[in-house]
Structure formats: structure tokens, C-alpha cells
């Protein structure tokens, strides 16, 4: 009767339990439609004779590139000059984060210390939103603006990329760092404190060493983002390959362009390996091999510090503060502006749902669990035709992720630029390639790391791959993918202000205006309205994904 009465109630249960889902994948897929009309995207522009003609003629450089010696010699300095920036500019960018981290991070241990005075309470809140402003600031402005704006400073060359990614990435690995220290177990900080340990020392050893090995995982991640990155900032003259990609795409040298991409895809994959590596060592290695990639950085670019604060640099940076002084009140600009951040909005969505189906079938494929191996411990790896078979599907499912991260999004828009001509179409598709290869990766660690006991019992029983990954581990680490997936949103909507900036829609399109033009009001209050579009969308996402997280434990 019991066990009767326990069915019916799990029975009774199911539907509500279901209609959750039910609500989520109807507004999910409601939002799609409305952001795709919103947008005006035309996926007909793919298929256009003109479209298709000028796909062929790049398809054909890019197939046959430039390998001559003084061209590879050439492209050889560009590579190294980006792994440089990136490795100087991330450098910089974690000494910045680590302490706007702590700054703002509000230590759970500590929040209710009983010996801080009022006037010391209100010190600290005021610090911590301080500090968090700054995180905001930083992130919500894309490094190509801040290295379009470091040029004016320095002029052309590497140094504009190494501040730009120092800022931007500061902004993002700080408000991690921040919410790391956040969620730690806060008994061995309170064992210290309750001992007598003051502030300092409850965070060296009752904080540092609970979040130390997360904090380096990330930086290695962000290391490869931001080489990416320098790789691509060369378009407003900040030095690298990026130079050297808007050269080859300007004057229609796609021979020399797929030498300059086929570059760039080398030195990220490399790097992606070597990254594997540094993860499964101690956290010191990391640090070790990153600072010294940093003196090299130092050695090779050799920044001109002194120009930081010499009258031209400083009368540059009066002429960008003036337009904070004075915002434009013209309401058809300011309307017209809101309408670009929606439409930037809705490009970040549609690239992001579309890219986030497109890496939930890949990322299966990418594994070897899914393909030439099993979960059961004695169970063979796959043999003969259908080993096989299963490389045909492992290795083309990899590669594709591989180039589809590893070069940058701005890379893509450009590339689509030239085949579906510039718009709001071109940026999304650029989004949509780069953020299956992001996705992909991050489906494929969770997918890996998920509990082994529902698919090895699905195994054991004779159910096939595709029935272990929907019913023994797709459903245990949906909570995390759909985190994972929400927080690429966020990164989506800066990323679709970024291309706008090349011609592909958005934001960026009116940010590069306001710039080209010396428009300060209009650039200042384009910046705004940027920080707070992005403010919103943080808000929102860190809001809905605590939810998420929340609800699967």
C-alpha cells in the first residue's frame, strides 16, 4: 500500500515538476523569434549569387596561402608580438583584478565581525561598491574601444592592445575572482578569525588557499581569450596580426590572409595544449611560466610608460572626460541609440540560443565516452570498422570546435563581412561560429565531469551512446550548462557591441562613428548607455543563474 501510495505521489509529482521546463523552453523559444525579426537577420544573404561569388573567390585565397619566406618571417614577428601582448596584457590584468577581487569581494567569513566599528562597516561597504563599479566599468567597455582610444595616447603599435586588455580583462576575471571568494566554505576563515588571525592573514590562509587553483584555471582560460584578442586588435592599428588581417582583408590578399589565420590557429592551439598541461601541475608552475611570458612581454614591447602622463596623453584624456560633462540631450540621437542597444541585445540572444543547440550535438561527438569508449571499466575501446566509424565523427566534432573558438569573433564578423556584406546578418553569424567553439569546450568539460554511475548503469544494460548522454548525463549537468550558457550571454552582449565596431551592426557601428568623428557627447553617452545595458544584463544573468545552481543542489 505504501509503495503504492509513494508511485502515485512521484506520478502526481512529475508534471509540476516538468512544467518548469515546459515554461522555459516556450520562452526560450519565443524570445528567438522575436530577437530574429527584431534584428532584420537575412540567412537568405548566405545563399545570394553575389554572396556566393565573393564566398568563392575568398574560399579560393584562402585555400592556396602566401608561404613565401619574407611573408612567413613576417607573419612569424606578428604572431609572436600578439602571444606577447596577451601575455603581458592578461599579466596586468590579474595584478588589477586580484586587488579590485578583494576590494569588492565581501568575505563571508567576515561580514558580521563583531569587533568592526560602525564607522569601519561603512568604510567597507563603501570600498566594496566602489570597486565593484570599476569591475563594472572595465568589462562593459570591449578592449577594441579602449585600444581605438590608446592609440590617440601612444600612436600605432603593441603597447594601445597590452592597456586594452589589461582593462577589459581586469573587469571580467575580477568580478570572478570576486565571486569565488564569495562562495568558499567559510569555517577555516572563521576558525582563524575566532584564533585571533587578523584580516590579512584569515585571507592568505583561510581564503587563498581554498580558491587559488580556480583562480590560475581561470587566468590560463582568459590567457588564451586574450591572446585571441591581441590577435585581432591589429584593426585600429594596435599591433599583432590584426594589422596584418585588416591589410590582407582591406586590399583583398586572401592568399596572405590565410597564411595570417592559419597563424592564428596554430599558436591558439599550442597554447590551448600547453594550458592542458599547466592545469594538472601545481598552481606555482602557472604563475612561474606566466610572469615569465610577462618580462618577455616587457623586454620585447617595450612600453613608453613616460607618455602616460605627458601633456598630449593628458590633453587626450580631457578631451574624452569633457564628453561625461556634457551629455547630448538630443532625443532622436538618444532614441535611436536605445533602439541599437536592443537590436545589440537580441544579436547576443539569437547567436547565443542558435550557437548553444548547435554545441549541445558537437560536444557529445567531441568526447571519447561518447565515441571510441564506454563507461564501464572493463569494457573495450571500440574496434575495427566501428572504431573507425567513430573517429570519422570524434575528429571532424573536435577540429570544428577548435577553429571555431580560436579565432576571434572579430575575425569572423569581418571574414563574414566580405561573404554576406556588413550588417547585423554578418554579426551574427560571426557571434554564432565563435560561441559553438566557447560552448563547445565548456559542454564538453561538464559533459566529462559529470557523476559516471547513471551511464555506466545505462551501459551495462546495452543502451547505445546517444541513449547514455540524453538520459544518464544530459540531465545532471543541464544546471551547469545552462550556467555556463547564460554567462556567455552576458560576454555575447559586450561581443556584439565589439563587431558592431568593424561594420557588422550594434552598438559598435555608432561607436566607431561617434570616435571616427571626434563626437565626444555622442561617444560618452553611447559609453553610458553601454555600461548600463550591460549592468542590466549582468544583473539579470547572475540573478537567474544563482537560481539555477541553486535549484540542482
Known sequence: ???????????????????????????VLLTLVLSYWHTGIDAG??????GWQSFSEMLGGLTSPDLSRTFLARIGTLALESLLIGLLGTAMAIVLAIGLAIASARLPQL???????????????????CARAVLACFRAIPEILWAFLFVRIF??????????????F????????????????????????????????????????????????????????????????????????????????????YDKLATALLAV????????????????????????CMALGALAGILWIRIPWSELFNPTSLDQLRTFLSGFSSLTSDGGFLWTATKLAMITVSMAWVSTVVAAAVALLLAPMAITRFTIRGYLQDAPEGRGLGRWAFLAVLVPARTSL??????????????????????????????TVHTVGILGRLYSDVLEETEPGPPRALEAMGAGPVARYVYGVLPQSMP?????????????????????????????????TAISLFHMRDLASLLVLTLCLVLLVDTIGDHVRARVLRGSR
Open 1 to 27: 500500500m505504501s509503495e503504492h501510495r509513494s508511485v502515485s505521489e512521484h506520478r502526481s509529482r512529475e508534471p509540476r515538476r516538468s512544467r518548469p521546463s515546459s515554461w522555459v523552453a516556450a520562452f
Open 45 to 50: 544573404a548566405l545563399f545570394d549569387e553575389q
Open 111 to 129: 561580514a558580521h565581525d563583531p569587533a568592526r566599528t560602525r564607522a569601519q562597516t561603512f568604510g567597507g561597504a563603501l570600498i566594496r561598491a
Open 155 to 168: 600612436g600605432l603599435g603593441p603597447a594601445p592592445a597590452v592597456f586594452a586588455i589589461a582593462i577589459t
Open 170 to 253: 581586469s573587469g571580467t576575471v575580477g568580478k570572478l575572482f570576486a565571486e569565488l571568494i564569495e562562495s568558499i566554505d567559510p569555517l577555516p576563515a572563521q576558525r582563524l578569525r575566532a584564533a585571533g588571525a587578523s584580516r590579512v592573514a584569515v585571507f592568505l590562509y583561510g581564503v587563498l588557499p581554498l580558491v587559488r587553483k580556480q583562480w590560475v584555471a581561470y587566468a590560463l582560460f582568459r590567457l588564451e581569450c586574450a591572446i585571441r584578442s591581441a590577435s585581432i586588435l591589429g584593426v585600429v592599428g594596435a599591433g599583432g596580426l590584426g594589422m596584418e588581417i585588416d591589410l590582407s582583408i582591406r586590399y583583398f590578399q
Open 265 to 288: 590557429l596554430a599558436y591558439v592551439l599550442v597554447l590551448e595544449a600547453i594550458s592542458h598541461v599547466l592545469r594538472k601541475t601545481r598552481p606555482l608552475v602557472s604563475v612561474a
Open 402 to 431: 577548435q577553429v571555431a573558438r580560436a579565432l576571434p569573433e572579430l575575425v569572423w564578423a569581418l571574414l563574414f563581412i566580405l561573404w554576406v556584406g556588413p550588417g547585423v546578418t554578418a554579426g551574427v553569424l560571426a557571434l
Open 480 to 512: 551547469r550548462i545552462l550556467a555556463f550558457t547564460l554567462f556567455r550571454f552576458e560576454v555575447n552582449v559586450r561581443a556584439a557591441a565589439m563587431v558592431g565596431f568593424v561594420g557588422a551592426g550594434g552598438l559598435g557601428d555608432a561607436l566607431h
